[in-house]
Structures are given as structure tokens and as C-alpha cells.
């Protein structure tokens, strides 16, 4: 099992950056797919962006590419993601996430992954 920590959420300007870290427990980090979603009130929780256990080969929504960035630090059992030119509408509760089996195509849906982290509120103001 993992445990996921999220942290680095807070209220920034539109066209600023902000960097969300996810902490993970255990010694197997490096095998787990890691993901970012974010959800708002009322709304299912959406996939944002994901990297692979191995290669660290990376996908991201159409909404988020160009602007949002994944990356993975094996060495420290952490997560990031770099937002840049940051919008209102990316206003919401970021959560990390993990699965560990293989599989052909990163899972791209939240029901797809086991292990998630408690929520890290990001809010950008016009």
C-alpha cells in the first residue's frame, strides 16, 4: 500500500504558477502509475494529468496541456505538477492518485486507480 499527502494548493492570480507536491509512503514509489484529477462542487472528479511507473512517459488533458506540467521524483517518494498560465476554471481540489499493475494504456479514469490522497485546495482568482 501507498499513502499520498497532497500539498502546495493556495490561491493564485490568473497567468500565475503555483506547484503541487504529492508525498508517498513505502519503498515501492517508483512502481506505482501516478496521477493528478481535480474535482469541483458538483462536478465528477477529472482527470488532469499522469506518468508512467517506468520510462516516466507522461499524458495530460486537453484542457491542461501546454500549461500544466507532471513530473515524478523517485528518489524522494514524490509527485509534482507545475501550473502555469493558471485560469479560473482551474479553480478546484486537486487530488494525487496511484495504481501498481500493469497495464498497455495509462488509466485515465478515477475509478482506475486504488490509492488517493486527501485533497489540495488550488483557487485562481481574475
Known amino acids: 500500500q501507498v499513502q499520498l499527502v497532497e500539498s502546495g494548493g493556495g490561491l493564485v492570480q490568473a497567468g500565475g504558477s503555483l506547484r503541487l507536491s504529492c508525498a508517498a509512503s513505502g519503498r515501492t514509489f517508483s512502481s506505482y502509475t501516478m496521477a493528478w484529477f481535480r474535482q469541483t462542487p458538483g462536478k465528477e472528479r477529472e482527470f488532469v494529468a499522469a506518468?508512467?511507473?517506468?520510462?516516466?512517459?507522461?499524458y495530460a488533458a486537453d484542457s491542461v496541456k501546454g500549461r500544466f506540467t507532471i513530473s515524478r521524483d523517485n528518489a524522494k517518494n514524490t509527485l509534482y505538477l507545475q501550473m502555469n498560465s493558471v485560469k479560473p476554471e482551474d479553480t478546484a481540489v486537486y487530488y494525487c492518485?496511484?495504481?501498481?499493475?500493469?497495464?498497455?494504456?495509462?488509466?485515465?479514469?478515477?475509478?482506475?486507480?486504488?490509492?488517493w490522497g486527501q485533497g489540495s485546495q488550488v483557487t485562481v482568482s481574475s
Open positions: 506518468i508512467t511507473y517506468i520510462g516516466g512517459a507522461t
Open positions: 492518485a496511484a495504481y501498481q499493475r500493469p497495464s498497455l494504456r495509462v488509466d485515465t479514469t478515477p475509478r482506475g486507480y486504488d490509492y
